[in-house]
């Protein structure tokens, strides 16, 4: 299959540059290259015990727009900015608000280098581990084995390089998305995660919000020792 960077940008479209929805921003076309995926600032700032501010920004090192071609070029990506609220001393649920990591699946936790243990993500990954611009809430329970959260955002959980994802909403809709895991660990086996989430809503760009869109699925991970 088609190299992908930790960012989920493929090394070379081929014909599928064509497409509409594709953003070539690798612009490998096929040959042998080194690459800078990104070179990321990351800002946490404690305002109070109880509320955190982070902003995260990417550098991007691309090629050049020229005659034919799909990229953009360098450019700066402001990945995250959101800030996050404690308002229980007794129970640990967080409130968050601005533009923060996906809420569906657990991919999205290993989704930037240097955290990614591998490179090409899944198919999912590659176009659903965005980061998308609304509230959340999360909690956990039972030693953080318990955990929930859910959120309303503007749009589902593209990622950018689908040209179907907008910080900003176009439409009166909106997406609500939620997801619920445990962890089952016991002896040597140090996690044993089940989890199920899910959104629905209208996609970002829609000229109307009635068209909605939906997924769900459950994932599962397990580390032994």
Request: hydrophobic share 35%; net charge neutral.
């Amino acid at each position: 299959s088609t190299y992908m960077n930790t960012r989920h940008e493929a090394h070379d479209l081929g014909e599928a540059g064509n497409f509409p929805l594709a953003f070539d921003g690798m612009q490998g076309k096929g040959n042998p290259m080194g690459a800078l995926n990104s070179a990321t600032i990351d800002m946490i700032a404690e305002v109070h015990e109880n509320v955190r501010l982070q902003v995260s920004t990417e550098i991007l090192p691309r090629q050049p727009v020229v005659q034919n071609q799909t990229g953009l070029g360098s450019y700066i990506n402001l990945d995250m900015a959101f800030i996050d609220w404690k308002p229980l001393s007794q129970y640990d649920i967080t409130v968050s608000a601005g533009k923060f990591i996906g809420i569906t699946g657990i991919e999205y936790r290993w989704r930037r280098a240097p955290d990614r243990w591998t490179v090409t993500p899944t198919l999912v990954g590659r176009y659903m581990d965005g980061n998308p611009l609304g509230v959340k809430v999360r909690g956990k329970h039972f030693d953080k084995r318990f955990v929930w959260n859910i959120g309303v955002t503007n749009g589902h959980s593209f990622t950018q390089d689908t040209r179907i994802f907008e910080n900003v909403e176009s439409n009166f809709g909106k997406t609500y998305a939620g997801r619920l895991s445990y962890d089952f660990a016991f002896g040597p086996v140090t996690l044993l995660e089940l989890g199920i989430s899910g959104s629905y809503g209208s996609q970002d760009m829609q000229a109307s919000d009635k068209p909605k869109q939906w997924d769900w699925g459950p994932d599962f991970q397990i580390a032994w020792k």
